[in-house]
């Protein structure tokens, strides 16, 4: 599973900001059944996250809340990755005919 755009060998000519224009373009291209999946995924991973959010009282809530709101690109981006890879060539075609 690979957790960054970086190791990507098909985007290593890009700069950080256009890997992540491809990438949203390969998730645009994503069928409605994937997209799905990715949302129930995504889903899935975060729920005991903010089920443990709901004992927390007080302001003690609000660092957890900022650690959580940084930890969830680290959580949910390796997925988004996974979902895109099979599309990541017709982005890539895509993105230099619209930047050439």
Not at 52 to 79: D, H, K, R, S
Request: aromatic share 8%.
């Amino acid at each position: 599973m690979i957790f960054r755009l970086s190791k990507l060998a098909e985007l290593d000519d890009f700069a950080l900001r256009d890997k992540q224009r491809i990438k949203a373009l390969a998730l645009a291209q994503l069928p409605a059944s994937h997209k799905i999946l990715l949302n129930i995924a995504k889903l899935l991973l975060l729920t005991p996250l903010f089920m443990a959010l709901a004992f927390i009282e007080g302001w003690l809530l609000l660092p957890v809340l900022l650690v959580c709101g940084l930890a969830y690109p680290l959580l949910t981006v390796p997925l988004e990755i996974q979902f895109a890879r099979p599309h990541m060539h017709h982005a890539i075609s895509e993105f230099r005919k619209t930047h050439s």
